[in-house]
C-alpha cells in the first residue's frame, strides 16, 4: 500500500476512484483516517469519530504522514494483545480477530482502489487476499446482511473460476475490470 501510496502524482487528486463519488484525494483521506482509526483499535484506545472520505479534507503532509500511519497500522496489529479481547474502531465494537480481518480488508481493497484508479500495478499477499475473501464472502451469506451495513456496493458477478482477487472485488461491489469507461 505504502508503494501505491507514493506513487501517486499531484495531478490525479483529482481523478475518479471505483468508490463512485469518491476521488483519488477522498480516498487518501479516508485511507488517513481508517489507518489511525484501526491502529488505535488495535492498541484498544478508541478514537472518537469515523473515517472520511473527503478530497477538501486532505492533510497537505499526507505524502509523509499516510506511509508513516499505514506502518503503525501494521505495526500495531503485530502485537499479539491486538488480537485479544475486543476492538472498537468508529464506535462499532467486534472480537479483536473480527476487527483485524475488516481492517485488512479495508487496507487491501482501498489499496486496489487506489492502484487502478492511478495507474498502478497491484499486488496483495495472496494469504491476505484469501483472508478477506473468507470475511467479504461471510459478510454476503444470506442472513448477514447486517454485517455489510453498506461498506459495498451490489455484488458484481464474477466467474466461481476468476482469480481470488477478482472474486473478492466482485463481492465487494467492485468490477475487476474498473475502469470499464
Known amino acids: ?16 476512484t471505483p468508490c463512485e463519488g469518491t476521488p483519488v484525494a477522498g480516498m487518501l483521506d479516508h485511507l488517513m483516517g481508517l489507518s489511525l482509526a484501526f491502529r488505535m483499535g488495535a492498541e484498544k484506545t478508541p478514537l472518537d469519530g469515523g473515517a472520511s472520505a473527503s478530497a477538501s479534507a486532505l492533510d497537505p503532509s499526507w ?3 499516510l506511509p ?4 503503525a497500522l501494521a505495526a500495531a496489529w503485530r502485537d499479539p ?5 475486543f476492538a472498537t ?3 462499532a465494537s ?4 473480527a476487527m483485524g480481518g475488516v481492517a485488512l480488508n479495508e487496507v487491501l481493497l ?3 482502489d487506489l492502484a487502478v484508479a492511478t495507474g498502478q500495478e497491484y499486488r496483495p499477499d495472496p ?3 484469501e483472508a478477506c475473501l473468507a470475511l467479504v464472502t461471510e459478510m454476503n451469506e444470506p442472513g448477514n446482511e447486517e454485517l455489510r451495513n453498506g461498506q459495498f456496493g451490489p455484488v458484481v458477478p464474477v466467474p466461481p473460476s476468476a482469480p481470488s482477487l477478482d472474486r473478492l472485488l466482485g463481492l465487494a461491489g467492485r468490477s475487476p475490470s474498473w475502469p470499464s469507461r
Not at 1 to 15: H, S
Not at 68 to 71: E, I, S, T
Not at 81 to 85: D, F, L, S
Request: proline share 7%.
Open 63 to 65: 505524502r509523509s504522514e
Open 94 to 97: 467486534l472480537p479483536a480477530p
Open 110 to 112: 482501498h489499496g486496489w
Open 89 to 91: 474502531v468508529g464506535g
Open 127 to 129: 494469504a491476505s487476499v
Open 1 to 16: 500500500m505504502i508503494r501505491i501510496v507514493t506513487g501517486v502524482r499531484d495531478g490525479q487528486l483529482d481523478d475518479p
Open 68 to 71: 508513516a500511519r499505514l506502518d
Open 81 to 85: 494483545i491486538a488480537w485479544e479481547g
